[in-house]
């Protein structure tokens, strides 16, 4: 058995699940670059089936990320992989969207746990082992490489398992994915399937990929993606902070940095530069506005923070004593960056490159410029402010709506009052004032008497960056159109609410408040005009 795992990146199909982690076509191909930079070594690009959206996302993937520059070391080519269920028409567009990249995959599934064949499917087991055999046939008469997934495996009887994946083998699939699609195995009782699994299955060979995919519901997803590899998966499916239905998906942080700081219990390796982790691990939060949780594992905040006495002194004598990985390891720089206000291009450039930031000139204007206004009100510049600056800049949707300035009073002898200037998409400058009951509400009402979209805030989250007086903050905001515009997306929006989030970083945290409503805002009007659009060509379509 071979030691190397293979690292299925998720985040743009089941990720993307995530309640208000919806991306658009341009940001999942940026987070796919930079995947693929990191050394993933498939990217599930999505869904293809879908959405006309997601089709061109993944199509766009599988031409850009999926095709690299003559010269590139083969095996730093990821593998761009579609969903698709066990029907022709998914697979179908799959292929469509996948067909484009150097190292294309189909991955098809079907659910084979009782209760799902029973109340999901109405399909008896026979059903069920048919339809799986025809239809991954189907898929690899479009390409050689397909995996199939039994959904639901976790709660699956093993015996009927192996029948099943024994006809997917016996069809052409050369990667079979085991989901604990609701997290409800243990890690003993997870390893014991996948051993069963590659023990029992007929037509089993040195060929075939055992791959593990986790779900977080019972906090167990890691441990139980763990397991499956030491009984001998060598394909863990995974998402950029764990993000993904639910209570989540097994993270790929952890997964990665897990085998490699206990190497001598594995003893196995991965492709991935870890020095990329937590620059990756910022740019998934800033385009989902799913803020990553201070004590997260690996990536959080507070994970290589030391505030306890005793914490410190042994730190203080050997950093090994309460540190068993490098911050370094995972991207992350402890150190202050020595530049302010007088400070050049040259030095913001370097140090950008260095945190994995590949800048071109325009882009590097406005992140200087960005840096000296910053730099004039606060002395010290780190890397997380860099960051934050960055992912503040050019993390964000197509600007509907921009902010022009705002002014805002408030104390306990004052009514909360906000006036603000937004410039429109017309050009012109819009002017409006409000009074709410804090700042921030006032700057929200005066934002909405201006954009005129009817929208309810689901959840506002603010947080400083670094320390001190002068830190940045960041603001994530979730938002909820509140009633459809057209016939098509009001049925849209009864069957599935659509949530947008919004990010913003400003050392002011009543600004940092408003580039984030507006961030996600922003993301609502486009997101309804291109519904519009959609429903006119439809309608145009339908009267030709």
């Known amino acids: ?41 498939v990217i599930e690009a999505g869904f293809p089936a879908a959405s006309p959206d997601d089709l061109e996302a993944v199509r766009q993937i599988a031409a850009e990320v999926g095709n690299p520059p003559d010269g590139s070391p083969e095996a730093k080519v990821p593998t761009v992989a579609g969903l698709a269920r066990a029907n022709k028409s998914d697979i179908d567009k799959a292929w469509e969207a996948v067909k484009g990249a150097k190292k294309p995959r189909i991955h098809t599934f079907l659910a084979t746990s009782p209760i799902h064949m029973k109340h999901k499917l109405k399909m008896d087991p026979e059903e069920v082992i048919q339809r799986v055999s025809e239809m991954v046939a189907h898929a690899k008469s479009y390409c050689d490489d397909v995996e199939f997934s039994p959904e639901d495996a976790g709660r699956s009887e ?43 299955t007929p037509g089993m060979h040195a060929g075939i990929t055992i791959s593990v995919h986790c779900h977080d519901d019972l906090g167990m997803a890691t441990a139980n993606t763990l397991a499956g590899i030491r009984a001998g ?12 239905e639910r209570a989540g998906n097994t993270s790929l942080e952890e997964v990665v940095m897990a085998l490699k700081t206990r190497h001598p219990v594995f003893g196995l390796e991965t492709g991935i530069e870890t020095q990329q982790l937590s620059r990756v691990s910022k740019q998934v939060s800033s385009y989902t506005g799913i803020a990553v949780q201070p004590n997260k594992a690996i990536v959080g905040a507070n994970a290589f923070a030391h505030e306890a006495g005793i914490h410190q002194d042994g730190m203080l004598k050997n950093q090994s004593t309460y540190e068993i990985m490098r911050p370094e390891d995972v991207g ?35 992140a200087f ?82 954009v005129k979209v009817p929208n309810h805030l689901m959840d506002f989250n603010i ?82």
């Open 369 to 450: 410029a960005r840096f000296k206004d910053l730099a004039d009100r606060k002395k010290t510049i780190t890397d997380l402010d860099l960051e934050a600056l960055v992912a503040d800049e050019f993390y964000k949707p197509r600007e509907v709506f921009q902010l022009d300035d705002l002014i805002v009073t408030c104390g306990t002898m004052d009514m909360p009052t906000a006036t603000i200037r937004l410039r429109g998409p017309d050009g012109k400058i819009h002017a409006h004032a409000a009074i709410g009951s804090g700042p921030v509400d006032a700057t929200y009402k005066a934002i909405r008497a201006i």
């Open 158 to 200: 093993p015996e009927f398992l192996y029948v099943v994946l024994g006809e997917a083998i016996k069809s052409g699939a050369t990667t079979l994915n085991i989901p604990d699609t609701v997290g409800y195995t243990t890690p003993d009782e997870y390893y014991a399937l996948i051993k069963g699994i590659i023990d029992n």
């Open 233 to 244: 998966a060598r394909q863990a499916e995974v998402t950029m902070n764990g993000i993904g």
């Open 463 to 544: 947080h400083a960056i670094t320390a001190g007086i002068d830190a940045l903050g960041e603001v994530t905001v979730r938002i909820q159109a509140a009633k459809a515009q057209t016939a098509m997306s009001a049925q849209s929006e009864r069957e599935y609410p659509r949530i947008y989030s919004g990010n913003g970083a400003d050392s002011d945290i009543i600004v940092a408040s408003a580039k984030a409503y507006l961030n996600a805002l922003n993301k609502l009007i486009v997101s309804q005009t291109e519904d519009t659009e959609k429903e006119k060509n439809n309608f145009g379509v339908m009267l030709g």
């Open 332 to 366: 992350v720089n402890q150190t202050n960056l020595v530049l302010g206000k007088h400070s050049g291009r040259a030095a913001l450039r370097n140090r950008l490159a260095a945190m994995g930031h590949a800048l071109d000139d325009v882009e590097l204007d406005k």
């Open 1 to 41: 058995m071979n030691n190397y795992v293979k690292i299925f990146d998720t985040t743009l199909r089941d990720g993307e699940q995530s309640p208000g982690a919806t991306m658009t076509s341009a940001e999942k191909l940026d987070v796919a670059r930079s995947l693929a930079a990191m050394g993933v070594d």
